[in-house]
Nanobody
């Protein structure tokens, strides 16, 4: 089992920045690829970014490319999502998730999920 707890969400004006953190506990964190997803009211959960266990390869959704950066610190069992140039359409609950696969943008391939943290971007 892997337990995931997100933090760092909040209310920010458009153009601002936030850094989300996801602290993992349980099984060996470094053996899991990690992903961030988000879900806005009335919409499907969507992929945001993912990072391999080593941190050496990352990828993200086109909608956040150039603005969001995913990273991880295996010594701290933590994965981060740095979000810059935020837009009102980034408003959502953000979830981190863990998968034993190399990496994935498919939510169904993630086995463990946090409860989410709310990000609200005002215009």
């Amino acid at each position: 089992q892997v337990q995931l707890v997100e933090s760092g969400g909040g209310l920010v004006q458009a153009g601002g920045s936030l850094r989300l953190s996801c602290l993992a506990s349980g099984r060996t964190f470094s053996s899991y690829a990690m992903g961030w997803f988000r879900q806005a009211p009335g919409k499907e959960r969507e992929f945001v970014a993912a990072i391999r266990w080593s941190g050496g390869f990352t990828f993200c959704a086109d909608s956040v490319k150039g603005r969001f950066t995913i990273s991880r610190d295996n010594a701290k069992n933590t994965v981060y999502l740095q979000m810059n140039s935020l837009k009102p359409e980034d408003t959502a609950v953000y979830y981190c998730a863990a998968t034993p696969r190399i990496s994935s943008r498919l939510s169904k391939e993630y086995d463990y999920w946090g409860k989410g943290t709310q990000v609200t971007v005002s215009s």
